[in-house]
């Protein structure tokens, strides 16, 4: 079973892969993940990624398409994988179908967490996290014991500049321009299921696994 996760940032889509992955027995795969790897391993693509992101350059979507091809014809994605984090343009989602269809595979499911943006807004302001320790909180669902203060190590908590309204603003216009495309690319290849994500995690989840399949 190959997955692709869609979903704004902030829409819980890691969560759910990470999930599904470990329900299904089939390894998440995240671009940083195959880059940190081929990076730490020294290969030919990992090198030449390096390269561009030492100097503050996006990596190729040939590049990665070339990595993330090495990385899903290994022994542990016979079954399939859930990808997390890629296509996130139509130029790539186009790519990784014409190599997956040089293989004579293809995407089974493309899973959209649906979430409007006024939630993800308020979803990740209200995060705070402790930059000592690394420890992540939420005012409304995961509230430290203490306000401010870090259940883990008594560090503050900070709300971080990736997490602040504007900042998630910018991210969201970038995905609505860039990304959701691909909402319409994959629902024109049939494989689209979109899900509730404004719901409890494990209601996703469940609405997930109806979908897919026990």
């Known amino acids: 079973m190959k ?36 990076i730490k391993e020294g290969t030919e693509l990992g090198m030449k990624a390096k390269a561009f992101m030492d100097q503050g350059g ?15 014809q290994k022994e542990d994605c016979q079954n399939g994988y859930v990808l997390d984090g890629f296509p996130r343009t139509i130029p790539q989602a186009e ?35 402790c930059l000592s320790c690394g420890a992540t909180y939420h005012i409304v669902y995961k509230p430290s014991k203490v306000e401010g203060i870090c259940d883990v190590c008594g560090d503050k908590l900070v709300l971080r500049e990736d997490d602040k309204p504007e900042t998630v603003k910018k991210r969201l216009s970038v995905y609505h321009d860039q990304t959701q495309p691909l909402i319409d690319y994959y629902k024109e290849a049939g494989v689209l299921a979109n899900v509730d994500g404004t719901q409890d995690m494990e209601k996703v989840f469940s609405d997930i696994v109806a979908v897919l399949g026990a």
């Not at 869609?6 to 795969?29: D, F, M, S, W």
């Not at 190729?60 to 993330?68: F, H, K, N, S, Y």
């Open 95 to 129: 790519s990784l179908t014409n190599a997956l269809n040089e293989r004579g595979q293809k995407i089974d499911y493309a899973v959209n967490v649906d979430v409007p943006d006024e939630n993800i807004v308020n979803r990740m302001s209200g995060r705070r996290a």
């Open 3 to 38: 997955i692709i996760m869609l979903g704004a940032p902030g829409a819980g889509k890691g969560t759910q892969a990470k999930k599904i992955a470990e329900k299904y027995q089939i390894p998440h795969i995240s671009t940083g993940d195959i880059f940190r790897f081929n």
């Open 58 to 72: 996006l990596v190729p979507d040939e590049l990665t398409i070339g990595m993330l091809m090495d990385r899903i």
